[in-house]
């Protein structure tokens, strides 16, 4: 009890999951405290795109001094840090299983609207998603992805290399980063993609250490998740 009361970092805004008005962001937009968790995991795990579903990430951190606890509400799971190789087109279909439900607004009659667990929180990718466009992602009666049809609404998808974002290569392979859950054990829906992949870190760190060996790293520079940096475009 006395160690989760440990100060380890502090912040002078409220990082939240939702609005202004509680409606809760996290699983259908980009949301400031999703980019500081992606860019944790891509940076921590030194790899070229990092992820976190947005269902993972369970609470706010408050303006003030964060504590270990803190920290770990944030992610209470105890998952691992993991990086896999993938290709460009892997990442493609990817985005366009995860933003299935988006719709053009967040919010409908006082509640959060879209959402689901699996939308992630991304870092090192820039995408549009155009909401106009029904999904194709298909499945079979046990709700479990197929494939995907012709229709694609994630478009203009965009990876930050050498401090610049390009367009995706669809043939190469890049690093991802995120945890165990996702990357080792299928969940989000990522079993139909990462099936048999090469792991560059098989499970390494504990989740909220990723995140406080970042805060670690940024210091002060935590001041730049005052808002979010417009990575995805919704329309």
């Not at 380890?8 to 990082?15: I, K, M, R």
């Not at 795109?49 to 369970?58: L, P, Q, V």
């Not at 509400?73 to 990086?83: A, I, K, Q, R, S």
């Not at 699996?118 to 992805?145: A, P």
Request: aromatic share 8%; glycine share 10%; net charge negative.
């Amino acid at each position: 009890e006395e160690e989760m009361n440990d100060v380890v970092g502090h912040v002078d805004f409220d990082l939240s999951c939702k609005d202004e008005d509680g409606i809760r962001m996290v699983r259908s937009r980009e949301i400031a405290i999703g980019d500081f968790v992606a860019d944790a995991y891509r940076i921590i795990g030194g790899a070229d795109i990092g992820m976190c579903n947005g269902g993972g990430i369970r609470a706010d951190l408050n303006r003030g001094d964060i504590t270990y606890k803190n920290i770990i509400d944030v992610n209470p799971y105890g998952n691992t840090l993991c990086v896999v190789k993938v290709t460009g087109q892997e990442i493609a279909d990817m985005l366009e299983y995860f933003c299935r439900f988006v719709q053009s607004d967040y919010k409908k009659d006082g509640r959060a609207w879209g959402e689901d667990g699996s939308f992630q929180q991304v870092s090192g990718l820039k995408f549009t998603v155009d909401t106009s466009v029904e999904t194709s992602i298909l499945t079979d009666e046990n709700d479990s992805m197929t494939g995907i049809g012709d229709a694609r609404r994630v478009s203009d998808i965009m990876v930050l290399r050498d401090g610049a974002y390009t367009p995706i290569d669809l043939s190469a392979t890049y690093t991802l980063a995120s945890h165990n859950y996702m990357i080792k054990n299928g969940g989000s829906g990522m079993l139909y993609f990462l099936a048999d992949h090469e792991l560059v870190i098989d499970e390494s760190i504990s989740d909220y250490q990723v995140l406080m060996d970042y805060l670690d790293l940024l210091g002060a520079d935590i001041a730049q998740y005052e808002t979010a940096d417009d990575r995805i475009t919704v329309k």
